[in-house]
């Protein structure tokens, strides 16, 4: 059993960088593949980015190719999401998840993913 904390969100301009982290305790965190999702009121739960097991591959969702980047560090169990150049749409409350390793797995879709957050909120004003 794996738990997630996000931490790190607040209320910043347009423009700004946030750097969210997901800290994970209670399984082998090498043993999963983890991603950033958000969810906005009245919207569905978006992908924002994944990182492989072993940080051998990265994707990121349109809307934040170029702006956010994420990371991670085995040793330390944790996931960062580096957010700059932030805007108003990217508002929404972020989640991490967590999702085993072995497998064919869509890493886009948040239905395969096992373990989640409690989410971090996000607010940018213009």
């Known amino acids: 059993q794996v738990q997630l904390v996000e931490s790190g969100g607040g209320l910043v301009q347009a423009g700004d960088s946030l750097r969210l982290s997901c800290a994970a305790s209670?399984?082998?965190?090498?043993?999963?593949?983890m991603g950033w999702f958000r969810q906005a009121p009245g919207k569905e739960r978006e992908f924002v980015a994944f990182?492989?097991?072993?940080?051998?591959?990265?994707d990121y969702g349109d809307s934040v190719k170029g702006r956010f980047t994420i990371s991670r560090d085995n040793a330390k169990t944790t996931v960062w999401l580096q957010m700059n150049s932030l805007r108003p749409d990217d508002t929404a409350v972020y989640y991490c998840?967590?999702?085993?390793?072995?497998?064919?797995?869509?890493?886009?879709?948040?239905?395969?993913?096992?373990?989640w957050g409690q989410g971090t909120q996000v607010t940018v004003s213009s």
């Open positions: 209670g399984g082998s965190f090498s043993d999963y593949h």
């Open positions: 998840g967590a999702v085993e390793r072995w497998g064919f797995t869509n890493l886009r879709s948040w239905r395969p993913y096992d373990y």
């Open positions: 990182i492989t097991w072993n940080s051998d591959s990265t």
